[in-house]
């Protein structure tokens, strides 16, 4: 079982809401990623972690908070969004190291209006 | 820096004809080259990884190879559910995979 879980599937918000994306995987993956997709756009990577600690930030702007509750979770929590920030979110897995396979979620379709 | 770049950005096929696509990238130690596929609002699928120059593999009618500066993925007599986009992306450490922009296969029957 290849399977990443993302919730909600889509999401709307304005830009004083606070929401949260959520992510899960029963693969016995310890590595865990957030990743922002615009239309047309490849991925880009926005959070690691690593045992449940945050390993990279991409130089995200403060109103995305990550949190890894523990091995199987991960959120990604949004405060005081902007328009810019509308996309497909992202959540990946992996075992830790180089040489394994990134497996990706469905995703959540982020519209801030 | 490490560098990926996918060609052609799009390619039409009538059912049936193959083709390929081209994934060239710039690496300091290749940790792995990946190759995914991804249908419209939807995540990433994952195809294949290829780690070292002259490795093959096969899956139903794709086919990605990997030389020291390219990959390649053939697709063999597409059918229309074979349209979508392909990734390809470059690992040169613990996680950071660095995508190409992809290439969009529409395949009419």
């Known amino acids: 079982d290849t399977e990443v879980t993302q919730t909600p599937k889509h999401l709307v918000m304005g830009m004083t809401n606070k929401k949260s994306l959520k992510c899960e995987q029963h693969?016995?993956?310890?590595?865990m990623y957030w990743y922002k997709q615009k239309a047309k756009k490849p991925p880009e990577l926005m959070f690691v972690y690593s045992y449940e600690k945050l390993s990279i930030n991409e130089s995200v702007p403060s109103r995305f908070s990550p949190e890894c509750p523990n091995s199987s979770l991960l959120n990604l929590h949004l405060h005081a969004l902007q328009p810019e920030d509308s996309a497909l979110y992202l959540c990946?897995?992996?075992?830790?190291?180089?040489?394994?396979?990134?497996?990706f979620g469905p995703g959540t379709r982020l519209t801030v209006l | 820096e490490d560098q990926v770049t996918q060609s052609p950005e799009a390619l039409r096929l009538q059912e049936g004809e193959s083709s390929s696509l081209n994934c060239s990238y710039t690496?300091?130690?290749?940790?792995?080259l990946f190759w995914y596929r991804q249908d419209p609002g939807k995540g990433p699928e994952f195809l294949f990884t290829l780690y070292s120059a002259g490795e093959e593999k096969e899956k139903e009618r794709l086919k990605a190879t990997l030389t020291k500066k390219e990959s390649f993925l053939h697709i063999t007599a597409p059918k229309p559910e074979d349209s979508a986009t392909y990734l390809c992306a470059a690992r040169s450490n613990d996680y950071k995979l660095s995508f190409g922009a992809g290439t969009t296969v529409t395949v009419r029957a």
């Open positions: 693969m016995g993956h310890r590595a």
């Open positions: 690496v300091s130690g290749l940790r792995g």
């Open positions: 990946a897995s992996s075992q830790v190291g180089g040489l394994h396979t990134q497996y």
